[in-house]
């Protein structure tokens, strides 16, 4: 079962159901992060798709959302710290089609991924 959650609340509450994947994820407690790496729950990020939809909101008058890629930095780099699983995801058609979604390797890496 693979949940779509984006903060704490739903991030938790799709851990505590044992969910087997957390998309988006854009914050997630370090405690969950620490049950998620304790129970192989994976983390799927789709960090392209965040900046994507981000710098369109903020176009649009909600800069809230510039600051949300940098929480979900900080969030994706707990994350390998605490040794969660990370997987490949886009949430394909969040952004336009025309786009490789392997944007979202170059993004991992940035964020401090091994390319390997």
């Known amino acids: ?3 779509h959650a984006a903060a704490l609340n739903g991030v938790h509450n799709s851990v505590e159901a044992g969910v087997n994947s957390i998309e988006h994820g854009m914050y ?5 992060l620490a049950t998620m790496a ?8 789709t960090l392209f798709v965040g900046e994507y939809v981000a710098q369109g909101r903020a176009a649009e008058g909600a800069k809230v959302w ?49 390319p390997a």
């Open 28 to 32: 997630i407690s370090d405690a969950d």
């Open 66 to 114: 510039v600051d949300m890629i940098k929480i979900h930095e900080d969030t994706f780099r707990r994350a390998m710290k605490a040794g969660v699983k990370v997987a490949f995801g886009t949430d394909a058609g969040g952004f336009d089609w025309k786009i490789d979604p392997a944007k979202e390797f170059a993004i991992m890496v940035k964020y401090g991924m091994s």
């Open 38 to 45: 304790s129970k192989g729950i994976y983390y799927v990020p």
């Open 1 to 3: 079962m693979a949940s």
